[in-house]
């Protein structure tokens, strides 16, 4: 380690908060370029995507995402790890080539399990190719066209994973969970899919990667794309001296950066006064690291994180966790817990954030309520991190 430079974990937050676009100086209303720069939107919950929009872009309404997403700018798709992402449409070659090939497999073993052989999946898709021709339709209505007696999600899900079909607009608005479906060739019919070949595609997924959330260690790297540590190691030999290793923290951790971006990291400047940001379950910027000390108490991960490493909406303050927020839309209210007591300063900014998340919500002025306690996420049933402070009891906040 001698000679390799040394990062202090509140510098390195900090410089991939800028990079994300999650600094008052770096926030943006280009949606397009905020999806570069945080290597795709997660979007497995179909408000994430949006929410983590607000979050970098203030004042952006919902529309700005659908717009773009129905220009086909941009796609949805299942690539890295195997989670849905909305990516920019010339990525989407790289991104299905470096992941397509085990998220088939995961499909296809899904298919079998609900009894459907290779030949029934063959017949079946090109019955359903055949009814969306020139539209968009919902599972139910796929099913019920087609009298499919079984889980046609088991049909539907490996077809997206063949870039055969395409997850599109939700039926109801941006908040409703049901999406229809599209053949991907209509939507995307010069995208070429066959442009880069699965090593190449890889280098250049971790590449990304390490551009959008380096400095990060090869466990990270492992994370994020859900390649083999073989893969990765590969890739990253691939960059060679594009590559430069740091310490990060006291513990003086190996992490790894793109050379390009070293001088501008050793002479960022912390802004000044607290950053604070609700971001939305499962948003990127905390989902890209294995390793999370970096920006959360060991002793606290059970509260945010769940048991299979999927993390709820948090309050930020300067990268660092400091809190769990939620919503609850009848009331239109926004529930805030502090996870440790906090400054007046990031309580009076989680507020604001959370008036302005209200109306991103609601298209109302929301109420803000604060709850003194909550149970960690890690005891709780699969499927609380996408509402951490359901039926707690909130005190609404005065005035």
């Not at 908060?17 to 280009?30: F, N």
């Not at 060739?185 to 997924?205: N, W």
């Not at 950066?257 to 939305?280: D, I, Q």
């Not at 991960?301 to 990268?319: E, Y």
């Amino acid at each position: 380690m001698a000679g390799t430079p040394t990062l202090s974990c509140s510098t390195v937050n900090a410089f991939v908060l800028g990079k994300h676009h999650l600094l008052p100086s770096t926030r943006s209303p280009d949606v397009i370029q905020i999806i570069r720069d945080t290597a795709g939107l997660h979007a497995t919950s179909g408000t994430t995507p949006y929410l983590s929009l607000l979050a970098r872009s203030p004042g952006v309404r919902p529309k700005a995402l659908g717009e773009q997403l129905e220009r086909r700018t941009l796609a949805k798709i299942r690539c890295v790890r195997g989670t849905i992402y909305i990516q920019p449409r010339d990525w989407i070659p790289a991104f299905i080539a470096a992941t397509r090939r085990r998220n088939i497999a995961q499909t296809a073993e899904y298919a079998r399990r609900e009894g459907i052989s290779e030949r029934r999946y063959s017949a079946i898709t090109s019955e359903i190719t055949a009814l969306l021709a020139g539209t968009s339709l919902t599972a139910a209505a796929i099913r019920k066209a087609l009298g499919f007696k079984g889980d046609v999600s088991a049909v539907l899900y490996r077809m997206c994973d063949e870039a055969l079909l395409l997850r599109d607009r939700p039926e109801k608005g941006w908040r409703d969970r049901i999406l229809g479906y599209s053949l991907f060739r209509e939507a995307f019919p010069d995208v070429d899919l066959e442009a880069i070949d699965e090593p190449t595609a890889m280098r250049s997924i971790v590449e990304q990667y390490l551009r959008c959330f380096g400095p990060a260690t090869e466990a990270d790297v492992v994370w994020w794309t859900g390649f083999s540590k073989a893969e990765v190691r590969k890739a990253l030999e691939a960059l060679g001296r594009r590559l430069v290793p740091v310490a990060l923290g006291d513990e003086r951790r190996t992490a790894l950066l793109l050379r390009e971006e070293l001088a501008s990291l050793e002479t960022f400047e912390h802004p000044k006064g607290p950053v604070v940001s609700l971001l939305p379950t499962l948003d990127g910027y905390l989902m890209g690291y294995r390793d999370r000390e970096r920006y959360l108490r060991p002793e606290l991960a059970g509260m945010v994180f769940d048991r299979s490493g999927n993390v709820t909406s948090t309050i930020l303050a300067d990268g660092v966790i400091v809190g769990v927020w939620d919503w609850e839309g009848p009331e239109s209210l926004v529930k805030l817990h502090f996870l440790a007591p906090v400054l007046g300063t990031i309580r009076k900014a989680a507020v604001s954030a959370a008036i302005e998340a209200g109306l991103f919500l609601f298209g109302r002025e929301a109420e803000v309520g604060f709850c003194e306690s909550m149970g960690p996420l890690s005891q709780r049933p699969a499927g609380s991190v996408m509402a951490p402070l359901k039926g707690i009891d909130a005190v609404k906040r005065a005035g």
